[in-house]
Every structure is written in structure tokens, then in C-alpha cells.
């Protein structure tokens, strides 16, 4: 079974049920337990693929189709393992009109990279945030968690695309 460590103790051969059913106990039986669970178990296996909705459904007693409906109405909910680097790029309304539409293609086509995709070689993945806090000092993004602000031309796209190079 594929799968990458975040930084919870994981046995090599733990059966995705077998780690849900352990997470699922850390949250006991109280009301609202799907989405802690989720988050945890994007932590363990670095996404929620259809293997894990359909674990957590069976530990939840909920149906399959109410998992999925909460893993993909979050952005946050990755379908597949991000690459080594993540640039959240804002697209709500203020930073689009500082021209982040254009900015973000820019972004795109120099880190070789499709908005919501990762890069084939894994080093990059680039994903829509909806406003960083940060609307003033716009167009914004996060790159590895960090806020970087001012993304308003070449200058600021290449520092992004030299942290993501290393
Ligand atoms: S709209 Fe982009 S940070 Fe608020």
C-alpha cells in the first residue's frame, strides 16, 4: 500500500482500517468527530483518498457519500499527497483585483504547474486559497506556510520559484 508518514507513528504495514480505527478512538464517540478525523488522517497518509472515505465511513456509520461530500467541500482535504512544496495561491476578491488573475498564470506557467495539480516531478503543488488576511498587501500566497505578499511581477514569481526549487 502506498503511503507517506507526516509525522504520526504509523506501523509500516497498518491497514488503512486499522489506522482509522485508531484515530477514530483518540475522538471517542462525540458528535462531530468526521472532521477532526479527517484532518488527522490527511496528517498520517498526507491525503484522503477513496480508500480512507470509505474507512471512515465504516468507523463512523456514515455513508460513503457523506464522507466524500466533507472531504471534497474543503480545500484543505487533498486526494492525493502534496508535492514537497505548496504554494496557496489567493484567489479571493481583493487580491484579484490587484491582478491576481493574471499574476497566477504567470505563477503557473513558471513553476510548471496546473492551478489544483502537482508538478510530475513531485516538487510543487499549487492550489486556490480564499483570502490570506492579508488583502491589502495583495495579490497573496502561502508558500510552505509562510505568507508572501506583493506577488506583483516577475521579481516576486522567481523568488517563489527559487524556494521551490530547493
Ligand atoms: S483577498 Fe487575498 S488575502 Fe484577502
Redesign the pocket.
Known sequence: MERESRGMNMAVDESIEAIVARLAATHGDRRGALLPLLHDLQEALGKVDDAAVAAVAAALNLSRAEVHGVVTFYHDFRRAPAGRHVVKY???????SRG?AAIEAALARRLDVTMGETRADGQVTLEP???????A????ALVDGAPVARIDGDAAIERIAATVAA
Not at 486559497?129 to 488583502?135: D, E, N
Not at 498587501?137 to 497573496?140: D, F
Open positions: 489567493c484567489r479571493a476578491e481583493s487580491c484579484q491576481g486559497v480564499y483570502c490570506l488576511g492579508l488583502c498587501i495583495g495579490p497573496n
